[in-house]
């Protein structure tokens, strides 16, 4: 390696401060908004960038809380987000440092779901807005403290869940491309949930639309059956299919009882932490 790089990364938060600055500069405010309270980090790779001599291949990580996280539209905005910010964060990078920017990801800070301070407060102001309709109603302190539970189990299972859908999605499109769906083999029963599904979004127009690929109109269950049926493009990245399919199935009969307002007690949301912990370390290990 050419002793004129020092391959030493700057520091982060001072980095990341300078990016903030230059997309407030840039009129990039949306981008600005989503990153604001993320966490950045450097990926330095072992492979020449090939842009300049023994310069090293370099991805910033942009960790974001799953507010912001959610808020990307991985369909439409993804690619508009890295180019802009690949260009930022290589001019930013201090040249002698041999560092070259040559990719930006998103991740999302999956400790930090479980928002029982918001929570609490819209508990607050529910209470506050009956109050003169309804002076005796007060909700028991047990209702509170259980819903903030439920609140922090509910956001685990919606992060697992649209990981996995991310997840499905980026092995699919590497290996179809991007009109994948009709490649896979699909059951029949699902076909026609998701048929339903979009009908039923048709008729009620109140209702968000769920996202532009038909992985958003399969339940959690379904995206097991996918992995299974299609198992011989995902099996690089799982022991065997009843490693993953079963964490999905003790996942989905726990989300089944969240759907349904069911209390969740202290076994169900350790099944919970231990499968969401399980599948991210597994998918983590193939990222690239």
């Known amino acids: 390696m050419s002793s004129d790089f020092s391959y030493d990364p700057p520091d982060t938060n001072q980095y990341f401060k300078a990016v903030l600055m230059s997309l407030k500069k840039k009129e990039h405010v949306a981008l600005y908004n989503i990153l604001k309270n993320a966490q950045c980090s450097f990926n330095v790779s072992n492979s020449f960038s090939r842009r300049r001599w023994n310069a090293m291949y370099t991805t910033v990580v942009f960790r974001l809380p799953m507010v912001d996280y959610d808020r990307i539209d991985f369909e439409k905005e993804d690619d508009i987000y890295r180019t802009t910010l690949i260009k930022i964060c290589d001019n930013l990078m201090p040249p002698e440092t041999g560092l070259d920017i040559m990719h930006v990801e998103f991740s999302p800070q999956f400790e930090t779901i479980g928002e029982a301070n918001n929570l609490e407060s819209d508990l607050e102001e529910i209470k506050s807005a009956l109050h003169e309709t309804a002076a005796e109603f007060a909700l028991p302190s047990d209702i509170t403290e259980k819903g903030q539970q439920m609140a922090e189990v509910y956001l685990y299972l919606y992060a697992v869940e649209n990981y996995l859908r991310l997840f499905v999605d ?119």
């Open 170 to 288: 980026k092995v699919c499109t590497k290996i179809y491309g991007d009109d994948y769906f009709n490649k896979l083999n699909i059951p029949k029963s699902i076909l026609n949930s998701i048929a339903v599904r979009k009908n039923q979004e048709d008729k009620n127009q109140w209702i968000s639309i769920r996202g532009a690929s038909e992985l958003f109109y399969l339940d959690f269950k379904e995206i097991g059956t996918l992995i299974q049926n299609n198992w011989d493009i995902f099996k690089p990245y799982f022991p065997d299919p009843s490693w993953i399919t079963s964490k999905i199935d003790e996942l989905g009969n726990c989300r089944n009882l969240v759907a349904h307002n069911s209390f969740i007690g202290d076994h169900e949301r350790d099944v919970i932490r231990v499968n969401f912990k399980s599948i991210l370390r597994q998918l983590n290990s193939f990222r690239n």
